[in-house]
């Protein structure tokens, strides 16, 4: 069967997650207002193509503004009008009020669930399962967000008594935030510093992601029903003309972005003061899985075939190298050709599909150039189709052996190849990680304690989470999720986030009895906000 007959014909695609018409979009956040864009638009086209007779045809989604730079500004204008250096209502609003307006905003953005997957399905070719799990996941996110800022309220509403000091903490906001997400978490790694900025306090700029952008517009009635004027401002546009002249306002205090360490580099390098700008950065990675000569090879199969191949290989999270001890090189290999022959290409909408189209224009060269290079460095390709590709699908290739002179030892490949590097000293890989730039995860496969509990200290000062057995993920969100070198900055968690986008504040007092009484005072008779002790249940 020819992989062109993986497109769907317009009659296969089923009623509900049809794309019936083009979405032109106009509309954009500024200021409260949904102010129509007349300037020129910006096709979004799907990964998805439709088969006819003799050749497949684009699907194009329909447009969105292509926001210029004085638009930007006018953006960046209203967040800075809201949060008015600190005096705006929303940065200085009771913590149980902006809890209010979240909740508004998370009981609105249920009803668009559907509209929002189906999205998420023809922009950037995530299966159903993924995309609903993407839609839900994030709904908990925000519920866990406000119980953990009731939590947070709950710890600060105590005074500490420390060396004679009367004090007590409590975060506040930063200032205007700029929030820009990936396109393979659209939704979810957006609102993941979307929402903690919002909820403590500070205003927002939030450019949706390159792919994964339509999306957002059966939201933009929600974020308007449910917050203040200027308090979060959506705009849409090409990153250079848009982001840039943001940050070289200086406005910027907290900078939110999911994407590479070149481009968050390059954007905070544009901020005329750079210490005043704090940076929330998830970035590149190259996960390695570790597979030591004792490794369960069937678990270890499994969990490295999600690990590299689960949405195409397309999350930063993915394991995106296999270091195998030698002599268990040929069964991996083996069972892991056998294991990704099993996987089905298809439509985001078909059961049982985990292969789908890739929504990066020119991707599937990048892949193929991969490929082509470690081909003639002395890879073998170890699954018959692989690497494959028509159109915006790639099938997923297993490579061995692979070794340091290929492209795909060291770069990330975001994608559904899967490099096999065999290794006989396990200081190999050791150097491998210690000297990689990135510094997210790894995963150890192995059933010895002592040598993988070695191997645990060994990486502890390496990379941000070590699975054992496991294949790497960010999940649960109320873990922390973090990365060391070009990896990351700053943690993210439930809690983390909180604490990410905000800053405490101490008031403090001598602990002696006129002090102490002229404290009280001021709460019992509530001449202060940050003082008083509201219990938020
Ligand atoms: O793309 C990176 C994501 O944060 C990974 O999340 O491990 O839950 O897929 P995940």
Redo the contacts with the bound molecule.
Sequence with gaps: MSLATVFPQAADIPGEFAHKSEITQRDYLLNGELVQWQGELSPVVSPIYIRNSDSLQQVVLGHTPLLDADTALKALDSAVKAYDLGRGAWPTMAVLERIQHVEKFLGLMQLQRAEVIRLLMWEIGKTYPDAAKEFDRTSDYIRDTIEALKQQDRDASHFIIEQGSLGKIRRVPVGVALCMG?F??PLN?TFTTLIPALIMGNTVIFKPAKYGVLLIQPLLQAFLQSFPAGVINIIYGRGRETVGVLMESGKIDLFAFIGTNKGASDLKRMHPKPHRLRAVL?LDAKNPAIILPDADMNRTVKECVAGSL?FNGQ???ALKILFVHQSRAAELVDKLAAAISELKAGMPWQQGVAITPLPEPGKTQFLTELLEDALGKGAKLQNPGGGETVASLFTPALLYPVNSSMRLYNEEQFGPLVPVVPYNDINEVIDYVVNSNFGQQLSIFGQNPQQVGELVDIFANQVGRININSQ????PDSFP?NGRKDSAEGTLSVVDALRQFSTPTLVAAKYQDSDVDFVKQMVKERHSRFLSTDFLF
């Design positions: 990936p393979n978490y790694e998830g689960s999350r930063c999270t790497c993920q960010r999940g999720f």
